[in-house]
């Protein structure tokens, strides 16, 4: 393990309304609120076991929640709290400012609050990343288990098949939810804007989110390269976002993408060409790992009850 702790940031802020589940999920009961909060295991909120085992792992100082501070107070067992409770993309805005304002660097990892990730798990992701380390993102994607009684409660979650090297078969992953990030490397507004559409579209099929996500991007993307073109700079910006964006969301639904080649893609789309210049050997990595507990989180009051029955 490195001496090199990691900021990390825990975004908690609520959802106002409940998730929309695909087909899958029909018969579920989806949940809203602030689930670090409402959620409790033994009578104690699920954030706070968390931090727990975030804090115990020995990666991560200092640790920030991202939520509003009427609910977490100024400080959380040892985690700072940051006044936030806006959209998705908002909040990760705050986080990023806080950071770089308490830190002086723009290097951090982000997670979420209604996780609970196994600490042994955890050990496995970030040794990938300290082995592999400098990197422009890291983003662990989850190998399915190949019985699917062993997901439980989030038997519906949405599954994606991506091949892990070229010539070998795909395998059926589940997205996680750590990452870690060199925010000084990315292009910030467009990250803001698009994962606060992901989120709010988690759990629909891949061209539908992809159409919400162009249709709301394109005339930012057009504006900067006009920008571009004022300071004499190529204006290829919205080319670059939307070939990669749309090669990536065929590739990614035929099951026929490599990990290698979503990780390239994601970084021509993410990180600005002025730091891929820079530093040519700098890189994405989204490896493919086993870690089941990255990637249930908790969205419907039956996957709230398995947690609750296995720890209480």
Not at 51 to 62: I, K
Not at 296 to 309: F, G, R, S
């Amino acid at each position: 393990m490195s001496n090199n702790l990691l900021p990390l940031v825990i975004l908690a802020g609520s959802d106002l309304q409940p998730a929309k589940l695909p087909e899958s999920g029909a018969g579920l009961h989806p949940l809203k609120g602030y689930k670090g909060m409402d959620l409790k295991v033994k009578g104690r909120p699920l954030i706070d076991l968390l931090l727990e085992r975030l804090q115990v792992s020995g990666y991560f100082n200092p640790i920030f929640i991202a939520g509003p501070k009427k609910l977490y107070g100024d400080a959380r067992h040892g985690a700072v709290v940051i006044d936030t409770d806006l959209n998705f993309g908002k909040n990760i805005e705050q986080a990023v400012m806080a950071v770089r304002a308490s830190c002086g660097r723009g290097l951090m990892a982000l997670t979420t609050c209604d996780i609970l990730p196994k600490v042994n798990e955890l050990h496995r992701l970030m040794d990938d990343y300290y082995q592999n380390a400098p990197l422009d993102f890291w983003f662990p994607v989850i190998l399915a288990p190949a019985k699917p009684q062993q997901i439980g409660a989030s038997f519906w979650k949405p599954k994606y098949r991506v091949v892990p090297q070229t010539g070998e078969p795909p395998c059926t992953l589940l997205p996680g939810h750590l990452i870690v990030v060199d925010t000084d490397a990315l292009r910030l507004p467009l990250v803001y804007r698009t994962f606060d559409l992901a989120y709010r579209t988690r759990n629909r099929p891949i061209f539908y989110r992809l159409g919400l996500i162009v249709s709301h991007v394109f005339l930012g993307l057009v504006v900067q390269d006009i920008r571009n073109v004022m300071t004499l700079r190529l204006p290829t910006l919205t080319f670059t976002v939307i070939y990669n964006g749309i090669a990536l969301a065929l590739r990614l639904r035929k099951g026929v993408i490599t990990s290698k080649e979503l990780a390239d893609r994601l970084h021509n789309i993410f990180v600005m060409y002025r730091h891929r210049r820079c530093y040519p050997d700098r890189k994405g990595r989204l490896p493919l790992m086993h870690g089941l507990s990255f990637a249930k989180d908790i969205d419907t009051e039956e996957e709230a009850q398995e947690i609750t029955d296995r720890l209480g």
